[in-house]
């Protein structure tokens, strides 16, 4: 099926353990973000793409990793995760347009992330 | 430092009666604004936009207020249905910037 899709969905990890989080688009919109969901600070932007291989730093990316080899994926590391990353994490992606009115991000459906 | 807020965590309204709800940004710069609405255990979804040459747009039920002077962005849901009980999101950006900015968004309960 067309769309947004992330994988887990739910994951409990350790502190210092390695995780990632992985966003998979059919659209092959050019450009992919990565957000985090925490009561009282709405959606921060953690990364973003504008296309394979051109990655940049958005709000909140200390504790971070990203790639994009490919279009359609953008997968988010936790290098050493820490508590203060227990979050729900909603990757979105959109296309370049010159502009028009109307929808911008299409997002995931989200992973909700422990660490514990 | 929040670019965007919106000053109301939840709201409560009456099935049938007008939703009014509220953004309230810093930055005269920004010249496009969205709202997004998120149900539980799902991704936000796309609800409404304005570009700052406006002070409204409607759709259907949904209509988003612009006023500029104040820098305050507010969205009315006319008549309320229980389906409309979600999250809120109010975003802002520039024209030709992909990157929005969220603010932190507003419960709406509506009561049956």
């Known amino acids: 099926d067309a769309g947004i899709t992330q994988s887990p969905r739910y994951k409990i990890t350790e502190t210092g353990r390695q995780v990632t989080l992985m966003c998979h688009q059919t659209w092959s919109h050019s450009y992919m973000f990565w957000y985090r969901q925490d009561l009282g600070h709405g959606l921060r932007l953690i990364y973003y793409s504008a296309a394979a291989d051109i990655t940049d730093k958005g709000e909140v990316p200390d504790g971070y990793v990203v790639s994009r080899s490919k279009t359609e994926n953008f997968p988010l590391t936790l290098e050493s995760a820490t508590r203060s990353q227990t979050s729900v994490y909603f990757c979105?992606?959109?296309?370049?347009?010159?502009?028009?009115?109307?929808?911008?991000?299409?997002f995931g459906p989200g992973t909700r992330l422990l660490v514990l | 430092d929040q670019q965007v807020k919106q000053n109301s965590p939840s709201l409560s309204v009456q099935e049938g009666r007008i939703s009014i709800l509220n953004c309230d940004y810093t930055?005269?710069?920004?010249?496009?604004f969205l709202w997004y609405k998120k149900y539980p255990a799902e991704g936000p979804t796309f609800l409404i936009s304005i570009s700052s040459i406006k002070d409204k747009n409607e759709d259907g039920r949904f209509t988003v207020f612009l006023n500029k002077s104040a820098k305050h962005l507010s969205l009315h849901i006319v008549p309320s249905q229980p389906g409309d009980s979600a999250v809120y999101f109010c975003?802002?950006?520039?024209?030709?910037?992909?990157?929005?900015?969220f603010g932190t968004g507003t419960r709406l309960t509506i009561i049956p």
């Open positions: 975003a802002v950006t520039n024209f030709g910037n992909e990157k929005l900015t």
């Open positions: 930055n005269s710069m920004f010249d496009y």
């Open positions: 979105a992606s959109s296309v370049v347009r010159l502009w028009d009115m109307g929808e911008t991000q299409y």
